[in-house]
């Protein structure tokens, strides 16, 4: 039988020993051996950090997003060589989607999560802040990628996307990775690493892969690096508590298995939309991955006078399921990922069977289509019911990693919050109803105990996109037991592969280091128009000073009359006592106006369009006789993609706008973006 290579230091290499043999799920006939015996993990930890790190950190946000999209298109064209493998480890095509195409997804999000960041090595973290009375001297925080490397250990139900989903998230921090997915199924996750490699996308380093143990990996760990864990929660604090990691403050992200919970609302009645789409989701949820999802639904909690109801119409739906070979288009559910994993699921049952009963399902039979249930990992998709969940415990701890849930009853929204919250952390809750008065006081109340909850009703029901997806742009992850940690989240992810710094100094030394203009830094004036300079040509700090008016009533009168806004501190007299204003005070928008008048150039230049305003605040009133001022400085520049070579090259340009008074007092601030043109050629 064939050794499953290893990718270390840029290379394919077989590892010692006899190995674990992998099988498949459905019929039992080997697929290969995995074995990370013999690999030396401190050189391949060393070629992470001084080949694989310093490339990614020399490539900006936007070069790491970009090369994100290329793999992600490179891997599309490639899938259905992987939908074929993936069937090998029970998943039908609809779960492997979820695996292979929700991947891929990731990679898809987080390259386009790069227009969130500057086009640099780095990025600002926060708004700067005045640390004198001068406003001489200011803090700013950056973020900067560390110098050491992602050690991802990951769990067998998720292979493609356990893998992809965590190395978009580093890779566009400029962090590469180490990745040791689960045993069981990393067959389906090197054939995917095979492709990356044969991409030639991805710089040397930035990605090597363990079929295998970790031996003493993460004996050799440092402050430099982070490690993610996705597994059991036992599993995982073990190896969160090792003394290496104490030592070092490694980072350490758990996703652990966590009991989640679904809330039938008191309002919902058979009949209604929302019924039918808690009954869907249950059954999906308990089948799609055969159950073996860390975001499956284990705990259900419906009214106490609906009961009845809801096992009658998850024992319907469920009976609908046809299970067997996931290569067949007719099956919808396929089959656990290993024997291992049946027989821990079964034992778990009757652990909770000590004080449930089984309503549907059976523990050692199932019908099956075009699969033999003895050979294969298969299981019946089982729904218990429990009639004492406060004071039952075992159903609160206990979780059965396969098609299985537990139906309990509650009496109030109170009570189901604390039913809810005695899964202690959970991944993800769902609550259906119709009812915003029940949806606020149930998320409210619950959200200290979970990671995600999705809220589901008849308006959000063609487009939710389900109980058990995470998404790319939102936190995957939960307290208590649930880890405590979180990955993906966008922003947020990104961040976890980054070093905070907080650099204090003068306005002009912060803004050279961060590339933002800072108020108060030193300005350059030059006698050529900024509006007439291209992209390239401006820098930050670059200045306008530009001419001088006053203000009158007629001009407050005359844009009142255009904009129609008659607000009476604007124009009426009268109405003045007891306000801010002493006089008719000109409008924000004017003055902001009147600004633009002063600073922009009437030429056709480099200077395409407004492209928005940031940041605008009115400081100072402005009363007919007021003259103003403005400084228009270049306060950041944004580099833009072209879609493609006919399109013109462009960059966005926020301008630091300062209008101010005879007495050289602020009146009005604001950040403007205008669009700018590139030079041609």
Request: charged share 20%; net charge neutral.
């Amino acid at each position: 039988m064939q050794k499953l290579e290893n990718f270390v230091l840029d290379k394919w290499v077989t590892g010692d020993g006899d190995g674990q043999l992998l099988v498949n799920a459905v019929t039992a006939s080997p697929v290969a051996i995995a074995t990370a015996d013999g690999l030396d993990f401190e050189a391949m930890l060393n070629f992470a950090r001084t080949v694989g790190n310093p490339a990614l950190r020399k490539l900006t946000f936007h070069e790491r997003g970009r090369m994100l999209r290329a793999l992600a298109l490179y891997l599309s064209d490639r899938k259905e060589q992987f939908y074929n493998i993936s069937y090998q480890t029970g998943a039908t095509r609809s779960d492997s989607w979820i695996d292979i195409e929700g991947g891929i997804g990731n990679l898809f999000a987080n390259a386009s999560l790069r227009r969130k960041f500057p086009n640099e090595t780095f990025c600002l973290d926060g708004e700067s802040h005045k640390l004198s009375k001068t406003g001489g001297f200011v803090g700013q925080h950056i973020l900067v990628p560390k110098e050491g490397v992602a050690i991802h250990i990951n769990a067998f139900n998720f292979p493609v996307w356990g893998m992809l989903e965590k190395i978009a998230v580093n890779l566009l921090a400029g962090v590469p990775a180490i990745v040791k997915p689960a045993s069981l199924t990393c067959y389906l996750t090197q054939a995917v690493v095979k492709e990356i490699h044969r991409s030639g996308i991805l710089p040397a380093g930035a990605l090597q892969l363990i079929c295998g143990s970790t031996g003493n990996l993460l004996d050799l760990v440092c402050s430099q690096d982070v490690i993610t864990f996705t597994g059991s929660a036992v599993t995982g604090q073990k190896l969160k508590s090792r003394q290496r990691i104490l030592e070092e403050n490694v980072p350490f992200n758990m996703e652990a298995d966590s009991l989640n919970c679904i809330v039938l609302g008191t309002d919902v009645e058979p009949g209604m939309p929302e019924w039918d789409l808690f009954i869907k989701e249950v059954r999906r949820e308990m089948t799609a991955k055969a159950g073996q999802k860390c975001t499956a639904i284990r705990r259900i909690f419906v009214p106490v006078n609906k009961l009845e109801d809801v096992q009658i119409a998850i024992g319907a739906a469920l009976q609908k399921t046809v299970i067997g070979n996931p290569a067949n288009e007719q099956v919808k559910m396929g089959a656990l990922a290993g024997k291992g994993q049946v027989e821990e699921v079964r034992n778990h049952v009757k652990e909770l069977l000590r004080s449930s009963s089984l309503v549907y399902g059976s523990l050692d039979h199932a019908d099956l289509v075009d699969a033999d249930y003895n050979v294969g990992a298969f299981l019946s998709p089982m729904l218990l019911m429990n009639t004492n969940p406060f004071s039952a415990e075992d159903v609160h701890t206990i979780e059965a990693f396969g098609p299985v849930s537990t139906l309990m009853p509650y009496s109030t929204i109170g009570d189901a919050v604390e039913l809810a919250k005695k899964g202690k952390g959970s991944l993800v809750c769902s609550v259906v109803t119709a009812d915003p008065k029940i949806a606020s006081t149930f998320v409210l109340q619950a959200a200290t105990h979970h990671g995600r909850i999705l809220v589901l009703d008849n308006e959000c029901a063609k487009e939710h996109t389900g109980f058990g997806s995470p998404l790319p742009l939102l936190v995957h992850g939960g307290p208590g037991r649930a880890g405590g940690g979180e990955e993906m989240g966008g922003i947020r992810g990104v961040k976890h592969y980054m070093q905070r710094v907080a650099i204090q100094g003068s306005p002009t030394m912060i803004s050279a280091i961060t590339n933002v203009y800072q108020a108060g830094a030193k300005q350059v004036q030059e006698e050529k128009h900024p509006f007439k300079k291209y992209f390239e040509e401006l820098k930050v700090g670059d200045t306008l000073v530009t001419a001088k008016r006053t203000i009158t009533e007629a001009d407050i009168s005359n844009f009142a009359n255009l904009s129609w806004d008659h607000f009476y501190a604007h124009t009426d007299h009268t109405s003045l006592q007891g306000t801010l204003f002493e006089k008719p005070v000109a409008h924000g928008y004017f003055i902001l106006s009147a600004a633009a008048g002063l600073f922009v150039n009437a030429e056709k230049g480099p200077v395409l369009l407004n492209y928005g305003i940031d940041e605008l605040r009115f400081t100072k009133p402005v009363y007919a006789g007021t003259t103003i001022g403005v400084r228009l400085t270049v306060k950041e520049k944004i580099d833009k993609d072209k879609r493609d070579e006919s399109e013109i090259g462009k960059g966005i340009v926020k301008w630091f706008v300062d209008v101010y008074d005879q007495d050289n007092e602020q009146v009005a601030v604001a950040t403007i973006l205008t669009m700018v043109k590139k030079r041609e050629g």
